[in-house]
């Protein structure tokens, strides 16, 4: 009987600080989990670029667009956000001295999806530019309880590395024996090329 791999849920986000993005590799740290991941849209972005003979003499940066994105989450730990370089967390007081400056801040983005079979599928997005980070409420049901939803927008690139994909996509096997592995592979650090 063939399996269900229709999507139905999204859980295991983490996101993983990129160290290296240039044209000779691409290197990331270990992932950092975002637990209570609400929803993620995504939009395509079309446009036309164009290059001209001097552009790979010179080796010019280009930007490739992608697709924005955003990412909403019941919430998110404040000590996390710190981790994400998105501010100073005190400890005793137990605030956030935030910096939401987006600017220069990209992360290796993963995330599990669950199927119909039960056998999540995992996405690693290799560049996520953020773009923004800002928090909204929204009201539960039940007795109108008010949640501090956060919400965070970027765009999915590629990396400069040429030979580097902008995403890779993990299939669980079908008897689930290797689910350990690849929440392991969520938030593993990646080297491009590999040694």
């Not at 939009?43 to 667009?65: G, N, R």
């Not at 902008?166 to 592995?181: C, F, H, M, N, S």
């Amino acid at each position: 009987m063939a399996k269900k791999r229709a999507m139905i849920g999204f859980k295991g986000v983490a996101l993983a600080e990129i160290k290296k993005n240039d044209l000779t590799s691409y290197e990331v740290g270990e992932a950092k989990g975002i637990p209570y991941a609400g929803s993620m849209t995504r939009t395509p972005k079309e446009k036309s670029q164009d290059f001209y003979y001097d552009d790979e003499l010179y080796a010019q940066k280009k930007d490739v667009s992608g697709e924005d994105v955003e990412l909403r989450f019941a919430e998110i730990p404040l000590a996390r956000l710190e981790e994400l370089g998105l501010g100073k967390f005190d400890t005793e007081k137990n605030t956030l001295e935030a910096d939401f400056n987006t600017e220069g801040k990209s992360f290796s983005l993963r995330c599990a999806c669950d199927t119909m079979d039960g056998l999540p599928m995992y996405f690693n997005y290799r560049v996520f530019d953020l773009t923004g980070i800002r928090f909204d409420n929204f009201t539960t049901k039940g007795e109108n309880l008010k949640v501090c939803e956060v919400i965070v927008t970027g765009v999915f690139k590629r990396p400069q590395l040429a030979s580097a994909k902008p995403y890779v996509i993990r299939q669980a096997k079908e008897d689930g024996t290797d689910l350990a592995d690849c929440d392991k592979w969520l938030a593993a650090a990646e080297t491009l090329p590999g040694v």
